[in-house]
């Protein structure tokens, strides 16, 4: 994953955060602390640390006033350690702190892996062949299924979850999110919002999910053959797996589908290629594998829209009140009314999209 340096107004405390690492984590080698920031990611703020071949990674919330509930640091580390034991793609943490006299927010450690991690290209000494890029589709299929296969009774993660309601829960609580976080009038907003509520379905399973599976969350080993690494678990919890489903299908974007879309979060990705999945065959494959009904999955993928849409809208938020300076954020009312209008042409079934 690239490092760059850090953004400015994003720097972390190095002396403070030194000198905590070296109290709390054991056989830490001599040299400096070296600290950079990844490029990717719109929410939590991650870094990369390393001294003298030692590395981890830092994550902590972003900057300015977050949502209720949101960027819980405490959770996420839970969640890692609860599902790690389990499913072997999810990072180490390390160790978890709510000091904020260290870096000024609470934080935690985990591993840092390496691999490769596709988003907008292929690394440049490997070819694109569309069996290749089938393999990849397929992993990530089957990998969602995995984690909805496992036994979330035989974990922690009751004590941090609250799988009751969680559907009814979901879709009121991200209405409420847009609401505070909206700076324009957007019609198909108003729309999405009375169609959700009115079409609530009644959820059939409960298990892990991941809640933002996406192309660039995961990481692969370097031939592409097996991913190794899954990031950004801030929203994992035990929910409706369909739920999941949906927010996979809501990222992943067909050549077919309106430029509009493609560039909704920044380049054309990779799945536009041939030979990766439709969104009907990465369903048909995690459907083969989970063995799961998808007779309902529109609704699903519908609330997945709107919530993308709700995210973006959160960014645009701080962007506009000054919380952040990072320059990508700066389109970003246009891609929520993107979303917003994409999400309610899907609703009404407009547009052919699956």
Not at 5 to 31: A, C, Q, Y
Not at 58 to 79: D, I, Y
Not at 206 to 217: A, E, G, S, W
Not at 315 to 321: E, P, V
Request: net charge negative; hydrophobic share 35%.
């Amino acid at each position: 994953m690239t490092t760059i340096p850090v953004r400015s107004g994003e720097e972390l405390n190095k002396d403070r955060l030194e000198t905590f690492l070296r109290i709390h984590m054991e056989e830490l080698p001599t040299g400096t602390l070296h600290v950079t920031q990844f490029a990717e990611g719109h929410s939590n703020l991650t870094y990369a640390l390393s001294i003298d071949g030692w590395e981890a990674v830092l994550r902590r919330p972003p900057l300015g006033p977050v949502a209720p509930k949101a960027h819980n640091m405490e959770r996420e580390f839970t969640f890692l350690k609860e599902i790690k034991p389990f499913f072997d793609a999810a990072p180490d943490p390390f160790l978890y702190t709510e000091d904020t006299s260290v870096i000024g927010a609470p934080f935690f450690i985990m591993e840092r892996k390496h691999g490769v991690v596709l988003d907008t290209r292929f690394p440049e000494q490997i070819e694109p062949d569309p069996a290749l890029c089938r393999h990849i589709s397929a992993q990530m299929a089957e990998r969602l299924a995995d984690l909805h296969r496992i036994d979330y009774t035989q974990t922690g993660l009751m004590n941090i979850t609250r799988p009751d309601g969680f559907l009814k829960r979901q879709v009121e609580g991200w209405i409420s999110r847009y609401q505070r976080a909206a700076t324009d009038d957007i019609p198909a907003a108003d729309q999405l919002m009375k169609w959700l509520q009115d079409h609530l379905p009644d959820s059939k399973e409960t298990t892990v999910i991941h809640y933002d599976y996406k192309l660039n969350n995961a990481m692969f080993t370097n031939d592409l053959r097996q991913m190794k690494g899954l990031f950004d678990w801030e929203m994992a919890t035990v929910g409706d797996p369909l739920a999941d489903l949906g927010v996979a299908l809501s990222y992943w974007i067909e050549a077919t589908d309106p430029d509009e879309v493609k560039h909704a979060l920044g380049g054309t990705p990779v799945t536009t290629l041939p030979g990766f999945y439709t969104r009907d065959e990465f369903m048909q494959q995690y459907s083969l594998h989970s063995g799961r009904d998808l007779a309902g999955v529109h609704y699903y993928f519908v609330f997945a829209y709107f919530k993308l849409a709700v995210i973006a809208q959160q960014i645009y938020y701080r962007y506009q009140n000054g919380q952040t300076s990072d320059p990508r954020f700066a389109s970003f009312g246009r891609t929520v009314k993107t979303l917003m209008k994409e999400g309610e042409e899907l609703r009404s079934h407009k547009g052919g999209r699956s």
